[in-house]
Nanobody, 121 residues
Framework: QVHLVESGGGLVQAGGSLRLSCAAS????????MNWYRQAPGKPRELVAG???????SYADSVKGRFTISRDNAKNTVYLQMNSLKPEDTAVYLC???????????????WGQGTQVTVSS
């Protein structure tokens, strides 16, 4: 089983910055894609940013130029640096990873519990 722990959320004024972290622990043979999603009240879950195991990166258009995703493979951790935050960035941010796990060494998706980000105007 893989356990994800997210941290770094909070309340910030518009224009401010936050850095989210998501650390994965457990029986992990290899980590594949690591992603950040967000979900605001009354809205569908949105893929914010993703990074593959070969460091291919993608962003939602709404965050390009403001958010940066990165990963530390030695720590099985993914980060999301969020700059120039806007009130519309307010949401619960959820970590999602695809990991190869024993005993079958299949790729399995895991989700974190989420961390609240609130941007005040």
């Amino acid at each position: 089983q893989v356990h994800l722990v997210e941290s770094g959320g909070g309340l910030v004024q518009a224009g401010g910055s936050l850095r989210l972290s998501c650390a994965a622990s457990g029986s992990i043979f290899a980590m594949k894609a690591m992603n950040w999603y967000r979900q605001a009240p009354g809205k569908p879950r949105e893929l914010v940013a993703g990074i593959t195991d070969d460091n291919s990166i993608s962003y939602a258009d709404s965050v390009k130029g403001r958010f940066t995703i990165s990963r530390d493979n030695a720590k099985n951790t993914v980060y999301l640096q969020m700059n120039s935050l806007k009130p519309e960035d307010t949401a619960v941010y959820l970590c999602n990873v695809a990991a190869i796990v024993p005993p079958n060494f299949h790729t399995v998706n895991y989700w974190g519990q989420g961390t609240q980000v609130t941007v005040s105007s």
